[in-house]
């Protein structure tokens, strides 16, 4: 699989949202072109990790935008991105330290096609109810500092 390419058609509308949603895809492309099961077992673990983390932080700022802006989808958003946590707390435990490169390549394409999903379904749904808020862009930088460049390595 090839590695997952963010495009404007992605944006949201809101830069702080916008620029997680980046960071999340440059988390998922480190799983691109392992071949080594070493290799694969360390960065699954560190993506699977990453994410529980930096996933808590992205929807917690979304959920305040969400609510902020009464986008009325807002239980059902929420309860999307708690059934991402729950799945991705469960790949932790089960694989761990396990993973070879056969699973990196397919926890890539799950990574890639949920959010992708997410993004363009789920988040596209409450574009139109941030982008006639004033302030929505404070209210989503309140909420913590975008990550985007965060180094990952």
Known sequence: MSEFEWSEAMSVGVQALDSDHKCLVRIINLLHGI???GEASKTVEMVL???MLY???HF???EKVLEACEYPGTTFHKAEHQGFAR???TLRERYGRKADSEMAAELLEYLSGWLRH???IQDMAFKPYVLGVNRVDEIARAAGPPLLDLQLQ
Do not use: K
């Open 35 to 37: 071949h080594d099961s």
């Open 49 to 51: 990790d990453t994410l």
């Open 55 to 57: 996933g808590r932080f």
């Open 60 to 62: 917690a700022r979304e």
């Open 87 to 89: 799945y991705i707390t």
């Open 118 to 120: 997410h993004i363009l």
